[in-house]
């Protein structure tokens, strides 16, 4: 997938742009992206970064890096990707503006986008003004229920069997693996501590079962209350594997919660809880 942070940087073709932020890119995105992909056109994504709504003043935790949402729309089928950078000069562009410099810019001449959609200055535009100036367009009906913010919703509830239906994949956490404190190891359970990017959405504390790295995982997420911690950390354990993955990218799907994290009686108590967590591992079901 060719990815462009403004319009020149795309060669000229006829294209069908979906249009959106695509957190997460979940089910309700994929809808979008294929009614897209059935113009005939050259399918491609019109998205942004930072978040708008963090640029306006609007905290949000991210389903996924800028990174993996691109990596998720390749493997959605998406040819193009314009990578907006969302600033307070975009945000002042009006919606016939953005529309011209923007879609009209690349050769877009399908916009796909979800029925709600609005963009330009005070979100004044829609799909009905995208329709007067000549645009073919496919509204997309919402999927009901399914939204990033949802999404996000079930997450933080550590419902993560429901969020993994929505996005149609389990949830995700990533990171580049660092230095930790080597407990792990000896205890016999090395681990890939994750140094997770600022606004990264993580899931509540605890201890999941997961897949990392093409294997399955044991994740710890929390404090490490056994030890007194107070920095909250994402750790991986990933099975039957020996090797070194310092300053790797290492993405984390979680999929099912194994148990609270706690402080034990004993260290013997702590490593017979992580080995049953491991076994729990084994067995895990992948959601979505």
Same mark, same amino acid.
């Given at each position: 997938?060719?990815?462009?942070?403004?319009?020149?940087?795309?060669?000229?073709?006829?294209?069908?742009? @979906?249009? !959106?932020?695509?957190?997460?890119?979940? $089910? %309700?995105?994929?809808?979008?992206? +294929?009614?897209?992909? *059935?113009? =005939?056109?050259?399918?491609?994504?019109?998205?942004?970064?930072?978040?708008?709504?963090?640029?306006?003043?609007?905290?949000?935790?991210?389903?996924?890096?800028?990174?993996?949402?691109?990596?998720?729309?390749?493997?959605?089928?998406?040819?193009?990707?314009?990578?907006?950078?969302?600033?307070?000069?975009?945000?002042?562009?009006?919606?016939?503006?953005?529309?011209?410099?923007?879609?009209?810019?690349?050769?877009?001449?399908?916009? @796909?986008? !979800?029925?709600?959609?609005?963009?330009? $200055? %005070?979100?004044?535009?829609?799909? +009905?003004?995208?329709? *007067?100036? =000549?645009?073919?367009?496919?509204?997309?009906?919402?999927?009901?229920?399914?939204?990033?913010?949802?999404?996000?919703?079930?997450?933080?509830?550590?419902?993560?069997?429901?969020?993994?239906?929505?996005?149609?994949?389990?949830?995700?956490?990533?990171?580049?693996?660092?230095?930790?404190?080597?407990?792990?190891?000896?205890?016999?359970?090395?681990?890939?501590?994750?140094?997770?990017?600022?606004?990264?959405?993580?899931?509540?504390?605890?201890?999941?079962?997961?897949?990392?790295?093409? $294997?399955?995982?044991?994740?710890?997420?929390?404090?490490?209350?056994?030890?007194?911690?107070?920095?909250?950390?994402?750790?991986?354990?990933?099975?039957?594997?020996?090797?070194?993955?310092?300053?790797?990218?290492?993405?984390?799907?979680?999929?099912?919660?194994?148990?609270?994290?706690?402080?034990?009686?004993?260290?013997?108590?702590?490593?017979?809880?992580?080995?049953?967590?491991?076994?729990?591992?084994?067995?895990?079901?992948?959601?979505?």
């Amino acid at each position: 997938m060719n990815v462009a942070r403004d319009p020149a940087g795309l060669a000229a073709a006829r294209r069908a742009a @979906a249009v !959106g932020t695509f957190d997460g890119v979940h $089910r %309700g995105h994929l809808r979008v992206i +294929d009614a897209a992909r *059935r113009a =005939g056109l050259r399918t491609s994504v019109v998205t942004f970064d930072p978040h708008p709504r963090a640029v306006l003043g609007t905290r949000v935790e991210l389903l996924a890096t800028l990174e993996r949402r691109l990596e998720l729309l390749s493997a959605a089928g998406v040819e193009d990707a314009l990578v907006l950078p969302f600033d307070e000069a975009l945000a002042a562009l009006s919606a016939e503006e953005f529309a011209e410099q923007m879609l009209r810019a690349i050769g877009a001449e399908t916009i @796909a986008a !979800g029925e709600t959609f609005r963009f330009g $200055r %005070g979100r004044e535009g829609d799909l +009905d003004l995208l329709d *007067r100036l =000549g645009f073919d367009v496919r509204r997309v009906p919402l999927v009901e229920h399914i939204s990033s913010s949802r999404v996000r919703e079930l997450v933080h509830a550590g419902e993560i069997e429901a969020a993994a239906t929505l996005l149609g994949r389990p949830p995700e956490v990533e990171g580049i693996v660092v230095r930790g404190d080597g407990r792990g190891r000896e205890l016999g359970f090395p681990t890939a501590n994750l140094d997770v990017p600022a606004g990264l959405l993580v899931p509540p504390d605890g201890v999941y079962a997961g897949w990392a790295n093409d $294997r399955r995982a044991a994740i710890s997420i929390g404090t490490n209350p056994h030890f007194d911690g107070v920095e909250r950390r994402v750790e991986a354990y990933l099975l039957d594997f020996d090797g070194d993955l310092y300053g790797d990218r290492l993405v984390v799907e979680i999929w099912a919660s194994v148990r609270e994290q706690r402080r034990f009686e004993s260290l013997d108590e702590l490593v017979a809880a992580i080995g049953d967590d491991v076994e729990r591992t084994r067995s895990a079901a992948r959601p979505g």
